[in-house]
């Protein structure tokens, strides 16, 4: 397997939950790592906590829905860095409501979140990688891109919207020898859940580490191999067959 060692890695929403979770995960495992979070606070902290520990890690201020800040975020990166080796488009958002009380501001919101973000940046991060002959992009989908529940549908749409984004992208790269990833993952530990549904049986749930270490795993893989898509559920996740 290929080291992670000092590759560029930019994660959106790695102030908390999973995105804090796969911050961590590679930079352990040798990878520099920037926090891009629309939480500068969260995020600075997060950083901090692993860079005290050695690790090579920073935070930049990032609002994934303002079209002229991720432009200017991935230029910052590039201008510090050289280049970028690793998009995790991690960050996502939700509102549990019917559709007769979602306003178009809500559809709008996690659309432009959950979809239209990572669309754009990995529009912005894929010329840099063609030019180094490698890179890859992993994109957070859920079992909400699988299967579907009621009151969801702004997200079962974005999730959806991602998982067939990503497998478009991931056969658009592949002669340019970058990789594209969807990782479906299951119900975990994290404010996301949580702060929603905060009597959801915590043992019907994973740790984020798993999950961050499937994403580790994911990108350890040999040059010549590619993952375009995997599944990590809870054990006891009992609305997946």
């Given at each position: ?23 961590e995960?590679l ?5 520099s ?10 995020a600075?902290q ?12 920073i935070?930049l201020?990032?609002d ?10 991935v230029?910052k ?6 280049r970028?080796?690793v ?12 559709i ?24 912005l ?6 030019r ?12 909400a ?20 984004f990503?497998?478009?992208?991931h056969?658009?790269?592949?002669p340019?020898?970058?990789k ?6 299951g119900g ?25 270490e ?5 990108l ?17 996740e009992?609305?997946?067959p």
């Open positions: 397997m290929s080291a992670l060692t000092e590759k560029v890695t930019l994660v959106t929403g790695g102030s908390q939950g999973l995105g804090a979770a796969i911050c995960t930079a352990e495992a040798g990878a790592v920037i926090i891009a979070d629309i939480k500068l606070d969260q600075e997060v950083a901090r906590g692993l860079q005290e520990r050695g690790l090579d890690v935070a201020p990032l994934i829905t303002n079209d002229q800040q991720l432009a200017t975020t230029q990166i590039v201008d510090q860095y050289g970028i080796d998009l995790v488009n991690n960050a996502g958002t939700d509102v549990t409501l019917p007769e009380e979602l306003s178009i501001a809500d559809i709008d919101r996690v659309l432009n979140v959950n979809l239209r973000a990572p669309f754009l940046l990995s529009k991060v894929l010329p840099i990688m063609k180094h002959g490698q890179g890859h992009i992993v994109n957070i989908a859920s079992t891109a699988k299967r579907t529940w009621s009151n969801a549908t702004a997200y079962h749409t974005s999730k959806w919207g991602l998982m067939g990503s497998h478009a992208l056969v658009e790269a592949r340019h020898k970058v594209v990833t969807a990782v479906v993952a975990m530990r994290t404010p996301f859940i949580l702060d929603r549904f905060p009597d959801t049986p915590l043992d019907k749930l994973q740790d984020p580490k798993h999950v961050a499937t994403v580790r795993f994911i350890m893989q040999p040059e010549e191999t590619v993952i375009p898509e995997v599944m990590v559920l809870p054990m006891q009992t609305s997946w």
